[in-house]
T-cell receptor
Framework: GDSVTQMEGPVTLSEEAFLTINCTYT??????LFWYVQYPGEGLQLLLK?????DKGSNKGFEATYRKETTSFHLEKGSVQVSDSAVYFC???????????????FGQGTILTVHP | GAGVSQTPSNKVTEKGKYVELRCDPI?????LYWYRQSLGQGPEFLIY????????DSGLPNDRFFAVRPEGSVSTLKIQRTERGDSAVYLC????????????FGQGTRLTVV
């Protein structure tokens, strides 16, 4: 069935370190891929997305590239800040014949803590 | 309103009681989703509305769970005979059309069954 697997956390980094959070997926059809972020005390927010193979989503210095051959959508940032501390969720919308209804399937989340 | 609003933000109820959770989507959004997030997990899909109708309720765990959206705007998730295992954060999201465009999430209702 459709699923999303992301690297287990928590991840603890120093400010300005390089960040990678791995995400792989299984899906029927041609999924759209997303990273959502949940800052402390706030709701889920879309961070970035990619809708077809080789697309790169980017926002706030974060990037992720849709790799169909490896079914991956790894999140990267070159230099993290304390304000990036949050929970990050990889997700997809499976798109088997267009009947996905925009239903998101999420990974389990990765807690990121950035220290000064 | 400016975003998706969920009320109450917290709800504590006794085992066996009935609860209702409310979601006010962004005005004009035809698609509305309910998700459930257990501690340490990602959100899991419960039900999807397109307008007034439940187009996909495959994620509802059992018949104690029911949701309505009678006028195509506000939605209510109803849980009968609550159990301790129902304790979770219930998230509502809306999107303009439900075709895979961005979904906007509310802050959720934290339900605790004691």
């Amino acid at each position: 069935g459709d699923s999303v697997t992301q690297m287990e956390g928590p991840v603890t980094l120093s400010e300005e370190a390089f960040l990678t959070i791995n995400c792989t997926y299984t899906a029927t059809g041609y999924p759209s891929l997303f990273w959502y972020v949940q800052y402390p005390g706030e709701g889920l927010q879309l961070l970035l997305k990619a809708t077809k193979a080789d697309d790169k989503g980017s926002n706030k210095g974060f990037e992720a590239t849709y790799r169909k051959e490896t079914t991956s959508f790894h999140l990267e940032k070159g230099s993290v800040q304390v304000s990036d501390s949050a929970v990050y969720f990889c997700a997809h919308i499976a798109n088997a014949g267009g009947t996905s209804y925009g239903k998101l399937t999420f990974g389990q989340g990765t807690i990121l803590t950035v220290h000064p | 309103g400016a975003g998706v609003s969920q009320t109450p933000s917290n709800k504590v109820t006794e085992k066996g009681k009935y609860v209702e959770l409310r979601c006010d989507p962004i005005s004009g959004h035809t698609a509305l989703y309910w998700y459930r997030q257990s501690l340490g997990q990602g959100p899991e899909f419960l039900i999807y509305f397109q307008g007034t109708g439940a187009a996909d309720d495959s994620g509802l765990p059992n018949d104690r769970f029911f949701a309505v959206r009678p006028e195509g705007s506000v939605s209510t998730l109803k849980i009968q005979r609550t159990e301790r295992g129902d304790s979770a954060v219930y998230l509502c999201a809306s999107s303009p059309s439900g075709t895979g465009t961005e979904a906007f999430f509310g802050q959720g209702t934290r339900l605790t069954v004691v």
